[in-house]
């Protein structure tokens, strides 16, 4: 054993050996030495204040590192002025893991500008290799960001090669975006990919898609072909954590049918538009809807233009569908006709009065009675009102509240005039239109048609859509007499765009800009306009269209486009020849879909046609009560109905794909 003066002299000799050891460290702590403890490979948790900071108490050889994580730490929240600042002051020599974060930076910056080409041209300099973890999932996620996520095979490739790189929530989102891109495709998109062959992956989710689109009218063996593609494809991403919306296609079961409540105001104003709806709905359930079809579709030989539906906020279908339609004698009929007769024939169907007493009560009889299933109301504030009853019966309400709200037993089918122009954007946009003008009426109707149409524009990736309103018949006239005309020119239409919020994807933040360029105060440039869409009645168009043609050269090749607004009865050869090369809209029952039914309906109706189109919505109603738990629960089933090619999105609000057809050398032929 050592003496303790021995031991007392060795511990005297290792104290100061120990505090310059901890001298040493603290300084080393705070001198150029610091740089390895900055990481801008790694992830940004700190606020852009703390790194700012940073920058302002580090030397050179740290200040550029502190300076790009202060960079991506004011991106993140949303400040680009700050961000562009920064970006300005960094120094021109950076190392070879400084340049390959400023790559992704300045991408961030373009993104959240907008500037979608500038960022790919960006992120096309990056060594994907030469990056970290961390990097590689921001670097794809600003790929997908910077596509707008339109469906691609670019697309697909990003989300598939940052698959691997996630976990927990970003893992799913990234099966179920990856999922949503691949739906999206037309069939003529996936008809054109070129795959590598070792892209097993990417294979796999085609065949996936392959295997949906062949079963998705059938849950059952949708449920059976999912888990044998599952046994082919099983370490496909998507076999070992299936997208969210097929996932839900396992536990799928048949809404009950036994049972259905009708919901409808036998009294009142929009007692007439019940009637119409309570026979299709009739008709369709007592199968009478297949009556053999004539050559040709009658002739009206009456007209009743000016059937307009109440304008209030509780209308039940919009001015674009009331009014007549001219004959379609001369379009050729498709071989396929809309589903119109599917169902439980045998189902009890009680009819309620909703214009007797209030919602709750009847909503409360219903339940009572042992409903499965309610159709209806038909009311708009009659449909807000059961929307936030937190009912536990399946709803199919035939109308939508102002604002949707997703409910997992309530859908929402309506003849909105939102919806017309929304599948108006649609098709102007399929045809390769880029730049837009929407002449509406000067009303709160030519608003909500605006405000729709410029939202789904954006949505689809199209530029702000320009807007001229108009006053009427008699202001139109006075311009025609005086040969003042219709200029293609119009002011922005300033809406708020899905793409203006945050954009979140594999926990990388995109911030829309915290200011966007004012609009011009004078009316833009006609220079640029590709499309009008014109939502007016007949006669009104009758004005415009050479209106139009009074301003521009006869060399113009403007495409136009008009709502069912303007699709009346009374159409005779000279309005068609005048209307020619127009595209216009209108439910395929009146588009020539079906000439069996659509004598039948022209005849209990008496050739009102706008009565006719509510005719073929209670028989939509039907089928689509059918086929509830299919619309609510299976991805990418649709029904062709005689309002449209059916559809839900995730809200279960029904969207129609309407029929288009032309004039065209005084006929009316169906556009391909």
Not at 36 to 51: C, E, L
Not at 182 to 205: H, R
Not at 553 to 578: K, V
Request: net charge neutral; with cysteine; glycine share 6%.
């Amino acid at each position: 054993m050592l003496p303790s003066k021995v031991v007392r002299h060795k511990a005297g000799r290792l104290v100061p050996v120990l505090l310059a050891g901890l001298i040493l460290a603290a300084c080393s702590g705070q001198g150029p030495q610091q740089t390895s403890n900055v990481n801008i490979q790694g992830p940004a948790t700190g606020r852009s204040d703390y790194y700012l900071q940073q920058v302002q108490q580090s030397s050179d050889d740290s200040k550029t590192d502190w300076q790009l994580l202060a960079i991506r730490a004011l991106l993140k929240e949303g400040k680009y002025p700050q961000a562009a600042n920064q970006l300005n002051q960094l120094p021109q020599q950076l190392s070879d893991v400084q340049q390959q974060e400023l790559l992704l930076l300045r991408a961030q910056m373009q993104i959240g500008q907008q500037n979608y080409s500038g960022a790919q041209q960006q992120l096309g300099q990056v060594k994907v290799g030469d990056l970290s973890q961390d990097q590689q999932v921001r670097y794809y996620a600003l790929q997908i960001a910077a596509a707008q996520n339109r469906p691609s095979l670019p697309l697909l490739r990003a989300y598939i090669a940052q698959e691997p790189l996630l976990k927990g929530a970003d893992h799913q989102s990234n099966i179920d975006a990856t999922w949503q891109a691949l739906t999206q495709m037309t069939q003529d998109q996936i008809n054109s990919l070129v795959i590598n062959a070792d892209e097993n992956t990417l294979q796999g989710w085609l065949d996936l898609l392959n295997t949906w689109r062949a079963n998705s009218q059938d849950p059952q063996m949708l449920k059976a072909a999912i888990q044998d593609w599952q046994t082919r494809y099983p370490q496909n991403p998507g076999a070992k954590t299936l997208p969210t919306q097929l996932s839900q296609v396992q536990n799928f079961t048949k809404a009950s049918t036994n049972t259905i409540a009708l919901l409808l105001p036998l009294n009142g104003q929009a007692q007439v538009f019940a009637n119409a709806i309570q026979k299709g709905f009739n008709d369709a359930r007592n199968g009478v809807l297949n009556a053999p079809a004539p050559q040709a579709a009658p002739v009206p030989t009456a007209a009743d233009a000016s059937a307009q539906p109440p304008a209030d906020a509780n209308s039940v279908v919009s001015p674009a569908v009331a009014g007549n339609t001219p004959p379609q004698t001369e379009q050729p009929q498709p071989a396929a006709q809309p589903a119109v007769a599917q169902g439980n024939s045998n189902a009890q169907v009680k009819v309620y009065d909703t214009s007797s007493q209030p919602i709750a009560q009847v909503m409360q009889q219903a339940q009572q009675d042992g409903a499965t299933l309610v159709v209806g109301p038909l009311l708009k504030n009659d449909v807000e009102t059961v929307a936030n009853s937190n009912t536990p019966l399946n709803v199919l309400a035939l109308n939508e509240p102002e604002q949707i709200q997703n409910h997992p037993n309530i859908c929402y089918f309506a003849l909105s005039p939102e919806d017309e122009a929304r599948d108006a954007a649609h098709h102007i946009y399929e045809q390769g239109k880029r730049q837009p003008l929407l002449l509406v009426p000067r009303s709160s109707y030519g608003d909500r048609i605006s405000k729709a149409f410029a939202q789904e524009w954006q949505t689809l990736g199209g530029s702000t859509v320009l807007q001229q309103r108009f006053g009427g018949v008699g202001e139109l006239k006075q311009g025609i007499n005086s040969g003042a005309g219709i200029a293609l020119s119009g002011t922005p239409l300033n809406v708020e765009p899905a793409q203006s919020q945050s954009v979140a994807i594999a926990g990388l933040t995109i911030p829309a800009p915290q200011t966007s360029a004012p609009a011009p105060a004078a009316d833009a440039s006609s220079a640029s306009v590709d499309a009008v869409y014109i939502v007016a009645s007949q006669d009104e168009l009758q004005l415009i269209k050479p209106m139009i043609a009074m301003r521009t050269s006869s060399r113009n090749n403007t495409a136009l486009y008009a709502s069912s607004r303007s699709a009346q009865a009374g159409a005779g050869p000279d309005f068609r020849l005048e209307m020619d090369g127009l595209q216009f809209s209108d439910i395929p029952l009146l588009s020539g879909s079906n000439p069996g039914l659509m004598q039948q309906a022209a005849k209990s109706f008496n050739n009102d046609y706008s009565l006719v189109r509510l005719y073929a919505m209670g028989i939509d109603a039907w089928t689509l009560a059918n086929h509830f738990n299919q619309m609510r629960q299976v991805p990418g089933f649709a029904i062709d109905g005689n309002t449209g090619k059916l559809n839900a999105d995730t809200d279960c609000v029904i969207n129609r794909k309407l029929a288009w057809n032309q004039y065209r050398q005084g006929q009316i032929v169906p556009v391909q």
